[in-house]
């Protein structure tokens, strides 16, 4: 399978829940991204990971936390969200970061209730 | 500030017409610039970029864009749109070096038979 891959496509999970995204690319590159995509908003970056380092913490809820255990995978674990969180996140990867043209997964739709 | 500023949030034309979306942005460095393009429940699809050279750039599925200095703008233009083209398409900006690009909000194109 090549590109970026999101699971689950879809979430709805309750404020008292604990969920994790999954992301997987494989492209070889070496850096990772997660972006907040709600409606009539900007993409917000959340997290960058370069060779598996976090490089940038977008001022994120320490309710979201992001995991890194190598350049192909990229977690987001989430708990006790609110219902303002709802919203399509998205992972991206590039080859190397500052170098742009992002390939981006398809997201996973999540529904906090 | 540095911002991106997508005029039109809904764009409405007929197969076979000619497409010209409009991007304007504010950035204090030199910037590179990309087109993305988003179709229903799909992620971010890059559909061309600039980084310097020549002004005029082409990419995917037939579209190009211009880079035009003296006006801040990078608008995307098609000669002649399909069916297949509707979606919603974002505009963003960068630096070389940095991974934080800013996007617009995006124009969502429909078109009609």
């Known amino acids: 399978e090549t590109g970026v891959t999101q699971t689950p496509r879809h979430l709805v999970m309750g404020m008292t829940n604990k969920k994790s995204l999954k992301c997987e690319q494989h492209?070889?590159?070496?850096?990772m991204y997660w972006y907040k995509q709600s409606a009539k908003k900007p993409l917000e970056l959340m997290f960058v990971y370069n060779f598996k380092e976090q490089t940038e913490n977008n001022s994120v809820p320490s309710r979201f936390s992001p995991e890194c255990p190598n350049s192909s995978h990229l977690f987001l674990h989430l708990h006790t969200l609110q219902p303002e969180d709802s919203a399509l996140y998205l992972c991206a990867s590039s080859q190397d970061v500052g170098l742009g043209g992002y390939t981006f997964g398809s997201g996973t739709r999540l529904t906090v209730v | 500030a540095q911002s991106v500023t997508q005029p039109d949030i809904h764009i409405t034309v007929s197969e076979g017409a000619s497409l010209e979306l409009r991007c304007n942005y504010s950035?204090?460095?030199?910037?590179?610039l990309f087109w993305y393009v988003q179709s229903p429940g799909q992620g971010l699809q890059l559909l061309l970029k600039y980084f310097s050279g020549d002004t005029l750039v082409q990419g995917i599925k037939g579209f190009e864009a211009e880079f035009k200095r003296s006006q801040s703008s990078f608008n995307l233009r098609k000669p002649s749109v399909h069916w297949s083209d509707a979606a919603e398409y974002f505009c963003a900006v960068g630096a070389s070096g940095t991974y934080k690009y800013i996007f617009g909000t995006g124009t969502r194109l429909k078109v009609l038979a």
């Open positions: 492209l070889g590159h070496n850096a």
């Open positions: 950035y204090g460095a030199t910037p590179y």
